[in-house]
């Protein structure tokens, strides 16, 4: 019985990292003693890392262009579009300069959205 609860417990513990690593996953592992066997599940869901939008705050490099036309001032569909775009090929954004690089995107809708973008 020992075995099992450091087991139960080691589980969980991998269960914990595997949700730091912002990985949405499901395990389950079968484990056999002499006397009985137990199934032990482990579920994780998303970690804060993934989430796009927080209050009025929106992740730029996780969120989808519906999200980031919803919550960002002066962006369109198309200039939403041109941002998704614009990380899918160069990358996730380090900087919120680097926003002016996606065509359409200006200091004045920059400076409007500053506050609103985290990475």
């Not at 484990?31 to 199934?39: D, E, G, L, M, Y």
């Amino acid at each position: 019985m020992k075995s099992i609860k450091a087991l139960l417990g080691t589980i969980t513990l991998v269960g914990s990292l595997l949700g730091s690593t912002n990985v949405l996953a499901e395990t389950t592992q079968a484990v056999t003693t002499p006397a009985q066997q137990v199934t032990v599940q482990t579920v994780t869901t998303e970690t804060p890392a993934q989430v796009a939008v927080v209050g009025d705050k929106l992740n730029i490099n996780t969120a989808s262009a519906a999200e980031i036309q919803k919550v960002l001032t002066g962006i369109g569909a198309k200039k939403a579009e041109a941002i998704v775009q614009y990380r899918e090929k160069h990358g996730a954004f380090t900087s919120i300069e680097q926003l002016l690089e996606v065509q359409g995107i200006g200091q004045s809708t920059l400076d409007k959205n500053k506050d609103r973008i985290i990475f």
